[in-house]
């Protein structure tokens, strides 16, 4: 699955070793699987994904927003 494959989706970033990440990432899972059939969800390592964490301007982790057409509506 591919985010831009999708006009509107959920992304979490997250870095490996933050212990808040850590426990955020099996709360987004519940929500990303009740809601997978309307609101695909992204769970990404913002260190794995630079070009994408300095689009959505992440600044902190863990960080989720919904995003529409390409663009942080949240």
């Known amino acids: 699955m591919q ?12 870095l490996r070793g933050c212990a808040a990440c850590a426990a955020a990432k099996p ?28 689009r959505f301007e992440v600044k902190t982790v863990p960080t989720i927003f919904i995003i529409r057409a390409g663009k942080r509506v949240s």
């Open 3 to 14: 985010l831009a494959d999708h006009p509107v989706a959920v992304i979490l970033f997250t």
């Open 27 to 54: 709360v987004f899972e519940k929500v990303r699987a009740h809601y997978a059939s309307c609101l695909p969800g992204f769970n990404l390592d913002a260190s794995m994904n630079e070009e994408l964490a300095n």
